[in-house]
């Protein structure tokens, strides 16, 4: 490492207007740490609305935005033993969080792109314990992808008991459906997804989408995933938009599970008590997962060589443009920006 300063983007306030090109010092690693060239970063709908002041209204500016990134290690520090120098890395999105449930200190105050800084530059420096190797099937654009919507998939999923010949509902075509549908196929479970595209439609079935169901003209479309399922109803939700959570539970099987992981219709749901106390579902908060479930979910990407769904690749000069079309909501897949 010879370079002392680095390209990062800042966002000064509240808005996707005020993001700017600016020079950093770059960071320095401890001797716990390791410090990571960025080659890619990926975008999240949490990021969007990080940036624009919904979800986290007490937000500091100016902050560098951003949580999911690959790279490579550039320097280790003199305690690390887990990497070495040129080893393919991400950094998780909760750091801190090895196993089991995380420290609820940690949960709020420890994520990449807010509290944390977040990964818009071109080197960071994190704990060596809260990296993970990048699956060896991936470059880096598709690694760049993983520590949030592939974890919260593969974790709803797992928390939902998965198994063969399951069903397994996704909402949309972003990030983490797109990823809950690969994943679950992966493990010979069928899907349902919904769109309202016909475009995304078609592309969703060559991923192995079994059924799909337009939600713009079927906005009442828990009876068509019954229909679907011969009457049965699905095994997992994959819950991405919240506030069509009733209607979810209209569509899942006895005994069946709802996965809440994301908020893209809305941070509050009505719902109804009694259809979940006589089918016995059980509903469960999913919160991205812990860096064993990373590693876990990174060997049944290699066993499987899945590969992300990568919808664009802007080049980190022109930042800004991926943010806009994400707000646009016309992507299929993942909005990933090169270094």
Same mark, same amino acid.
């Given at each position: 490492?010879?370079? *002392?300063?680095?390209?990062?983007?800042? #966002? &000064?306030?509240?808005? #996707?207007?005020?993001? =700017?090109? /600016?020079?950093?010092?770059?960071?320095?690693?401890?001797?716990?740490?390791?410090?990571?060239?960025?080659?890619?970063? +990926?975008?999240?709908?949490?990021?969007?609305?990080?940036?624009?002041? !919904?979800?986290?209204?007490?937000?500091?500016?100016?902050?560098?935005?951003?949580?999911?990134? +690959?790279?490579?290690?550039?320097?280790?520090?003199?305690?690390?033993?887990?990497?070495?120098?040129?080893?393919?890395?991400?950094?998780?999105?909760?750091?801190?969080?090895?196993?089991?449930?995380?420290?609820?200190?940690?949960?709020? &105050?420890? /994520?990449?792109?807010?509290?944390?800084?977040?990964?818009?530059?071109?080197?960071?420096?994190?704990?060596?314990?809260?990296?993970? #190797?990048?699956?060896? &099937?991936? %470059? =880096?654009?598709?690694?760049? /992808?993983?520590?949030?919507?592939?974890?919260?998939?593969?974790?709803?999923?797992?928390?939902?008991?998965?198994?063969?010949?399951?069903?397994?509902?996704?909402?949309? /075509?972003?990030?983490?459906?797109?990823?809950?549908?690969?994943?679950?196929?992966?493990?010979?479970?069928?899907?349902?997804?919904? *769109?309202? &595209?016909?475009?995304?439609?078609?592309?969703?079935? +060559?991923?192995?989408?079994?059924?799909?169901?337009?939600?713009?003209?079927?906005?009442?479309?828990?009876?068509?995933?019954? +229909?679907?399922?011969?009457?049965?109803?699905?095994?997992? !939700?994959?819950?991405?938009?919240? %506030?069509?959570?009733?209607?979810? #539970?209209?569509?899942?099987?006895?005994?069946?599970?709802?996965?809440?992981?994301?908020?893209?219709?809305?941070?509050?749901?009505?719902?109804?008590?009694?259809?979940?106390?006589?089918?016995?579902?059980?509903?469960?908060?999913?919160?991205?997962?812990?860096? %064993?479930?990373?590693?876990?979910?990174?060997?049944?990407?290699?066993? =499987?060589?899945?590969?992300?769904?990568?919808?664009?690749? *802007?080049?980190?000069?022109?930042?800004?443009?991926?943010?806009?079309?994400?707000?646009?909501?016309?992507?299929?897949?993942?909005?990933?920006?090169?270094?």
């Amino acid at each position: 490492m010879t370079s *002392t300063t680095m390209r990062a983007i800042t #966002l &000064n306030s509240a808005g #996707l207007a005020d993001l =700017h090109m /600016t020079t950093l010092a770059v960071p320095r690693p401890g001797p716990d740490e390791v410090l990571i060239r960025v080659k890619a970063a +990926s975008i999240n709908y949490r990021d969007l609305v990080v940036m624009k002041g !919904v979800y986290k209204p007490d937000i500091g500016f100016p902050f560098v935005p951003l949580s999911d990134a +690959s790279g490579e290690v550039a320097e280790v520090g003199s305690a690390v033993s887990r990497f070495r120098v040129g080893d393919r890395v991400i950094p998780t999105f909760i750091q801190g969080w090895y196993g089991g449930l995380p420290i609820p200190e940690r949960r709020a &105050n420890w /994520t990449l792109g807010w509290p944390r800084t977040g990964v818009l530059q071109e080197f960071i420096v994190v704990p060596a314990d809260d990296a993970v #190797l990048a699956p060896r &099937n991936l %470059n =880096h654009f598709e690694a760049s /992808t993983l520590s949030i919507a592939g974890v919260t998939a593969w974790s709803a999923l797992r928390a939902g008991n998965i198994k063969a010949g399951d069903w397994v509902l996704v909402q949309g /075509t972003g990030g983490v459906s797109l990823f809950a549908l690969q994943l679950a196929r992966s493990m010979g479970a069928r899907v349902v997804l919904l *769109t309202s &595209n016909e475009e995304k439609a078609a592309r969703a079935v +060559s991923l192995g989408a079994d059924h799909v169901i337009d939600y713009r003209t079927t906005p009442e479309w828990a009876a068509a995933v019954m +229909s679907a399922t011969d009457g049965r109803g699905v095994d997992i !939700v994959v819950e991405t938009a919240g %506030n069509t959570l009733s209607e979810s #539970l209209k569509a899942v099987a006895f005994g069946g599970f709802v996965g809440v992981v994301g908020f893209l219709g809305g941070f509050s749901a009505t719902v109804g008590i009694v259809p979940m106390i006589e089918r016995m579902i059980r509903v469960e908060g999913i919160a991205v997962g812990s860096r %064993n479930q990373f590693e876990a979910m990174n060997r049944a990407i290699e066993a =499987h060589d899945i590969v992300p769904v990568i919808d664009s690749v *802007t080049p980190f000069e022109r930042a800004a443009e991926a943010f806009q079309r994400m707000e646009a909501g016309k992507h299929f897949g993942k909005m990933v920006i090169e270094f």
